[in-house]
């Protein structure tokens, strides 16, 4: 009894004293505000120059690592992490891996269809798409529900669908990713809000980008950290079509089961 007083009056202590230190923090801010704190303008400069980075590269490979939050019915926050791959080739091919504790999925795109394979369950599913990686994109979306969070990073124009709802952004100022210098920008529009942070210098590729739920009560996060990235790599055209493995059923998506981030029956709360 006495360790567990003990330790309770440390985190008392510990709470007080991060609690007056973030005051002290804000405090400061408002009565000196940094030059870097800039407003909404410099924010969609950084962005811009981001998305045109990202559309004039023909090709790219790069690793990622996702954490999603979500929060149970009692209110407890649980974090779930997955890690995956992107190979793209622009215009229209498209092969993402992605990894977790409850899933193990590759999404195939060669331009005319899309393919999506359950490594653990060892099936997959047919989607008669043709088109660019945008429209891909979009359809997903619109008609088949399937919104992988972070995925307009991918689009040819980056910038128009992560500020079509923005009512806020700022430029934070600068932090450091994996040892890289970024420009840090935090937006908001109705229902989320979001960061990124990007690499400074004549490469402005996004190294981090977490969006905040403020529609679902505990405010989950979903973040996304980028890392390995090679512009102009020009991938083998069968790394995009898929081929089943020995034994793989086709079935319909909607009975394709085990591919999310989280365990079946999971409340989600975050999306973009």
Same mark, same amino acid.
């Given at each position: 009894?006495?360790?567990?007083?003990?330790?309770?009056?440390?985190?008392?202590?510990?709470?007080?004293?991060?609690?007056?230190?973030?005051?002290?923090?804000?405090?400061?801010?408002? /009565?000196?505000?940094? #030059? =870097?704190?800039?407003?909404?303008? @410099? $924010?969609? !400069?950084?962005?811009?120059?981001?998305?045109?980075?990202?559309?004039?590269?023909?090709?790219?490979?790069?690793?990622?690592?996702?954490?999603? !939050?979500?929060?149970?019915? !009692?209110?407890? &926050?649980?974090?779930?992490?997955?890690?995956?791959?992107?190979?793209? @080739?622009?215009?229209?091919?498209?092969?993402?891996? *992605?990894?977790?504790?409850?899933?193990?999925?590759? %999404?195939? %795109?060669?331009?005319? =269809? $899309?393919?999506?394979?359950?490594?653990?369950?060892?099936?997959? #599913?047919?989607?008669?798409?043709? +088109?660019?990686?945008?429209?891909?994109?979009?359809?997903? =979306?619109?008609?088949?529900?399937?919104?992988?969070?972070?995925?307009?990073?991918?689009?040819?124009?980056?910038? @128009? +669908?992560?500020?079509?709802?923005?009512?806020?952004?700022?430029?934070?100022? =600068?932090?450091?990713?994996?040892?890289? !210098?970024?420009?840090?920008? $935090? %937006?908001?529009?109705?229902?989320?809000?979001?960061?990124?942070?990007?690499?400074?210098?004549? &490469?402005?590729?996004?190294?981090?980008?977490?969006?905040?739920?403020?529609?679902?009560?505990?405010?989950?996060?979903?973040?996304?950290?980028?890392?390995?990235?090679?512009?102009?790599?020009?991938?083998?055209? @069968?790394?995009?079509? %898929?081929?089943?493995? /020995?034994? /793989?059923?086709?079935?319909?998506?909607?009975?394709?089961?085990?591919?999310?981030?989280?365990?079946?029956?999971?409340?989600?709360?975050?999306? *973009?």
């Amino acid at each position: 009894m006495d360790l567990f007083l003990h330790r309770t009056g440390l985190r008392r202590l510990f709470k007080g004293a991060l609690a007056a230190m973030t005051l002290g923090i804000w405090l400061a801010m408002i /009565a000196q505000p940094s #030059a =870097r704190a800039q407003g909404g303008d @410099d $924010a969609m !400069e950084i962005l811009k120059a981001m998305s045109e980075y990202i559309g004039a590269q023909q090709s790219i490979a790069l690793l990622f690592d996702s954490d999603i !939050e979500v929060i149970t019915p !009692e209110l407890q &926050k649980l974090q779930f992490t997955s890690s995956g791959q992107v190979l793209l @080739d622009r215009p229209n091919k498209l092969h993402v891996t *992605r990894h977790g504790g409850y899933a193990d999925v590759d %999404f195939y %795109f060669d331009g005319k =269809r $899309a393919t999506l394979y359950g490594n653990n369950v060892n099936a997959f #599913a047919n989607l008669d798409v043709q +088109g660019t990686i945008d429209q891909l994109i979009d359809k997903l =979306r619109g008609e088949h529900g399937i919104d992988a969070p972070g995925a307009d990073l991918l689009f040819s124009h980056a910038i @128009d +669908g992560m500020t079509a709802d923005v009512i806020d952004a700022r430029h934070i100022g =600068r932090g450091v990713v994996d040892g890289v !210098e970024c420009e840090h920008l $935090a %937006f908001r529009d109705t229902d989320t809000d979001w960061q990124i942070w990007v690499e400074v210098g004549p &490469k402005p590729i996004p190294h981090k980008y977490i969006i905040t739920s403020k529609a679902t009560a505990g405010a989950p996060q979903y973040t996304l950290r980028i890392s390995g990235w090679k512009s102009n790599t020009q991938p083998p055209v @069968d790394e995009f079509t %898929f081929k089943p493995p /020995a034994g /793989a059923k086709q079935i319909d998506l909607s009975a394709l089961s085990g591919i999310d981030e989280v365990p079946p029956g999971t409340p989600m709360g975050v999306k *973009r």
